[in-house]
């Protein structure tokens, strides 16, 4: 394809959206840095190292990183402080295998507490990793455990209380693969970073001064911090190369609050394989897919035959309508896999029947009444059935080995309404119903993140194995979790 063609198509990409049209004139409030028109994209797509194993044998699993500050160069003439595992930004991939035993010795080497919580991960709850395990300034934490979970994309981030959405804004993230017999055997896409490549998606917004704009005021809490400048892996606008064939892209939603629906710019089809914990039992086309913070999904992408390039473009759903050109694909060589894949793993459907008990979680917007605040931002509360987070209060007792329904409604007011999610610690759990109907296909696999859309009433269920203890329940818009949008369930024998 001709260079100007290219040009033309990645402009018609740009565009991003929202339900509140606030969200959009912040951005434009002097002070904020804002996104350059036309993009770069001369800087290759960086691919997050695989963190090395000490256990050179290979038998078990055993690594060591650093929490750390650092500096990046977001732009050319400006240093934004940053926070990073083994590194300035994000942190390595750390890749295991189903039954391996699983070490790892985390130094905290930062001025103040932090955790590092195993997101999608079935994990005993005291090496969980969530606000309950504090990592103080200057000492270090070391899990032990046998890593018991199929083949999975998961990933892992700070938690301590209060702390999570900065430090995770700052660049404390990174991937946890889990391999297993299934996803070795399958003729699917397996290179690391040739043709299986991971892509951290997350959204930034920075002051004049190159530093991040977190968390400003009572609206960035209420709608979650938006950002103008899309970063992938870390970079803005890189160009990913990839092998002629099927390439497997693994996308988290790395954001703190924003809702992605990521495509490609010529609109071409690719198939879902899987969902937050796994594979579907088979492919799935669909030609868009909603991420919103926390969730993962693996696409497999057809580019044989294509020409030359593709993009992604991003949509942020919180705000006026916008889309971003996330990133740049290039195509050479040939790919190992050239055919789709017909069917991955078989999955058990947990029987509705089987649930012996019935919870009902209402998360929602609660105005604290007239008075000095009004109805204004400052009178809101986000909360779960009307509460907010207390480290002191476990809020639900799980009985081990048991199933369990959980219904959960976005009950939010017309004049607050916002999205949510609802993640769980500790389970894979299967999406029932989405407001009484069967969720989409690529929903239908193992999930532990839940967008509920304001109005929404989605019903899971899960099963609740092999390890006891405190594990908790939230809304992964990080800015409501810190705001308390959380609770504790204790599984008890
Ligand atoms: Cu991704 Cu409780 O966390
Ligand atoms: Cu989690
Ligand atoms: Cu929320």
């Not at 990645?10 to 804002?34: D, E, P, R, V």
Request: charged share 20%; glycine share 10%.
């Amino acid at each position: 394809m001709k260079r100007r063609t290219f040009l033309k198509r990645s402009l018609a990409a740009l565009a991003l959206a929202g339900a509140g049209s606030s969200g959009l004139s912040l951005l434009g409030k002097s002070g904020f840095a804002t996104q350059a028109i036309a993009g770069d994209f001369s800087k290759p797509l960086p691919i997050p190292p695989l963190l090395e194993n000490l256990d050179t044998s290979g038998k078990s699993a055993l690594f060591a990183m650093n929490v750390q500050r650092g500096n990046v160069n977001f732009f050319p003439d400006k240093t934004t402080s940053t926070l990073g595992y083994n590194g300035n930004f994000l942190g390595p991939t750390i890749r295991v295998r189903n039954g391996q035993r699983f070490q790892i010795k985390v130094n905290n080497t930062l001025p103040q507490v932090t955790t590092l919580h195993w997101h999608g991960l079935h994990v005993p709850a005291r090496w969980d990793g969530g606000p309950r395990q504090p990592i103080p300034a200057g000492t270090t934490w070391n899990p032990d455990f046998v890593i018991n979970q199929e083949a999975a994309t998961l990933w892992y981030h700070p938690h301590a209380m209060g702390l999570t959405g900065e430090q995770v804004y700052h660049g404390l993230a990174g991937l946890f693969l889990i391999e297993d017999e299934v996803s070795d055997n399958l003729d699917i896409p397996k290179n690391y970073g040739v043709d299986d490549i991971p892509l951290v998606i997350q959204d930034r917004r920075f002051f004049a001064d190159g530093q991040f704009a977190y968390v400003q005021n009572m609206h960035d809490v209420m709608n979650g911090v938006i950002g103008n400048y899309i970063l992938v892996n870390g970079t803005r606008e890189p160009t990913l190369t990839v092998p002629k064939g099927q390439v497997r892209l693994r996308l988290l939603n790395g954001s703190n609050s924003s809702i992605y629906r990521i495509g490609f710019d010529d609109k071409r089809n690719f198939h879902v394989i899987a969902s937050d914990g796994g594979f579907l039992e088979r492919p799935v086309p669909m030609n868009n897919i909603r991420l919103s913070a926390g969730e993962r999904a693996e696409i497999l992408v057809d580019f044989s035959g294509e020409s030359a390039f593709a993009l992604i473009s991003l949509l942020v759903e919180q705000m006026g309508s916008r889309t971003f050109e996330a990133m740049r694909i290039a195509v050479k060589g040939t790919a190992e896999v050239t055919a789709l894949v017909q069917s991955l793993r078989k999955t058990e459907k947990i029987p509705e029947g089987e649930a012996s008990v019935h919870r009902s979680f209402i998360m929602e917007t609660m105005s604290m009444g007239r008075g000095r605040m009004g109805m204004g931002m400052m009178g809101r509360r986000l909360t779960i059935n009307g509460k907010k987070m207390d480290i002191n209060r476990i809020d639900e007792q799980v009985k081990i080995g048991s199933t369990e329904i959980w219904e959960i409604t976005n009950r939010s007011a017309m004049m607050m309404s916002m999205p949510h999610s609802m993640h769980l610690h500790d389970v894979q759990f299967q999406i029932l119903s989405r407001n009484g109907r069967l969720p989409a296909l690529h929903e239908q696999g193992r999930k532990d993140t839940v967008l509920i859309m304001p109005g929404e009433t989605v019903r899971i269920i899960s099963r609740f194995h092999d390890y006891t203890g405190v594990y908790m329940y939230h809304c992964h818009l990080l800015e409501h979790e810190d705001d308390g949008m959380m609770g504790q369930f204790e599984v008890v024998t």
